[in-house]
C-alpha cells in the first residue's frame, strides 16, 4: 500500500524548486553529513569541492531550523515562498533528521550548531539570519552564541534558551508526560494523536492512515533521536543567560501549550534590550504552520527592519 506522506514528498520537492531551491548534501567531515535544500545558482566547476562549487549569495541568508517532528521543508513549506524573493533561503535538516547522519556520538545541541555553522561555510554563507522553531530555536541560540561572527540574528519560535532540568519536570508535568521521548517520539497513532493535540489551538482531524504513514516516514533513527533529547535537558546549575550581540526576535502562538506565553515573556525580559516578542493569536506552538500568513508577516516585517537598520549604518 502506498504510504500517503511519503506521496507527497515529490510534491514539496516540486515547490522547493519553482520557489528556486535546490536539494545538496555537504560533507562535514568524513562520517557526517547534512541534507540542505540552498539557492539554485551555477556550479562554477563540479570536479572542486563543496565550498569553491558555490558561490556566495547575493540576497541576505534566511536560514530556516526545523523542529523534532519533522525535518525541514516539512516544517518550513509554508515559510520558503514567500522568503524566496528577497532572501537566500537555506532549509537544513538537523543530525538524525532526512538524510543528515553522523558516525560521531556527541548528540548535543553544541555539536548540532557546529555542524550546521560548518556547512554553512562550506555553502559560502558567511553571514545569516537564522528562524528556528522548537528544538531548531535551541540549536539557533546555541549557533548564536558561539558563532557572533556568523549569526547577524535571530527570530524564535516555541523554543528556550536551554531546556534545564526544572522546565523539563515542569512542561511534562503540565502536559501529563514521563518523558520528553513519550512526549515527542510517539510510536503509535495515540501518540502521535496527543502529541498534535497539544502542539495546535484549532484541533484537526486526520484518518488514522494518515498517522500510521508519518509515523513510518518522519520518526526514523529513534535510537539518535532519543540521544538527542537526552543531552538536551542540562542542570540548572549549569545554566547562564549569554549576552547576545545580535537582536532577538521572539515570534509566538499566544496558544502555546509546550512552551507558553508566560514562558517567552520571561525569557525576553533575560535577554534585555535586543530581544522582541510578538504574539499570534487563535495559535499554539505550531505557529508557523496553523496561521502562516500571519507568521509570515511578522518575520518579514522584522527582517525588513533589520535591512533598514543596516543601510542607515
Known amino acids: 500500500m502506498v504510504n500517503l506522506v511519503a506521496a507527497q514528498k515529490p510534491l514539496l520537492h516540486g515547490i522547493m524548486k519553482l520557489a528556486g531551491l535546490r536539494s545538496t548534501s555537504v560533507e562535514i567531515q568524513p562520517g557526517t553529513q547534512m541534507n540542505f535544500w540552498v539557492p539554485s545558482q551555477p556550479i562554477k566547476n563540479p570536479k572542486n569541492d563543496t565550498k569553491s562549487n558555490t558561490s556566495k549569495p547575493k540576497k541576505p541568508v534566511v536560514v530556516l531550523i526545523h523542529g523534532f517532528a519533522a525535518e525541514g521543508i516539512v516544517t518550513w513549506q509554508f515559510q520558503v515562498g514567500s522568503l524566496a524573493r528577497k532572501y537566500a533561503v537555506y532549509v537544513p535538516d538537523l543530525l538524525f533528521f532526512g538524510e543528515s547522519t553522523t558516525d560521531v556520538s556527541d548528540r548535543s545541541p553544541g555539536f548540532q550548531a557546529e555542524c550546521l555553522a560548518r556547512a554553512l561555510g562550506k555553502l559560502g554563507v558567511d553571514k545569516c539570519i537564522l528562524v528556528g522553531f522548537s528544538y531548531g530555536g535551541m540549536i539557533a541560540f546555541k549557533m548564536a552564541e558561539r558563532y557572533p561572527e556568523l549569526v ?95 537582536k532577538i526576535h521572539l515570534l509566538w502562538g499566544e496558544e502555546d501549550l509546550i512552551f507558553n506565553l508566560d514562558l517567552a515573556h520571561n525569557m525576553k525580559e533575560q535577554l534585555g534590550d535586543m530581544a522582541t516578542l510578538q504574539g499570534i493569536k487563535k495559535a499554539g506552538h505550531l505557529v508557523h504552520l496553523e496561521r502562516p500568513c500571519a507568521y509570515n508577516r511578522y518575520l518579514k516585517k522584522f527582517l525588513a527592519s533589520l535591512q533598514t537598520d543596516e543601510c542607515e549604518h
Open 152 to 246: 547577524q540574528s535571530i527570530v524564535v519560535s516555541g523554543s528556550i534558551l536551554a531546556m534545564t532540568d526544572s522546565i523539563s519536570v515542569e512542561s511534562l508535568s503540565r502536559l501529563g508526560y514521563s518523558s520528553s521521548s513519550e512526549l515527542l517520539l510517539p510510536d503509535s497513532v495515540k501518540g502521535l494523536k496527543a502529541l498534535l493535540s497539544v502542539a495546535v489551538y484549532k484541533k484537526l482531524w486526520f484518518p488514522d492512515r494518515l498517522y500510521r504513514d508519518y509515523l513510518e516516514v518522519m520518526f526514523t533513527n529513534r535510537k539518535e533521536r532519543a540521544e538527542l533529547l537526552e543531552a538536551l535537558v542540562i542542570s540548572n546549575k549549569d545554566t547562564t543567560i549569554p549576552n547576545f550581540p545580535q
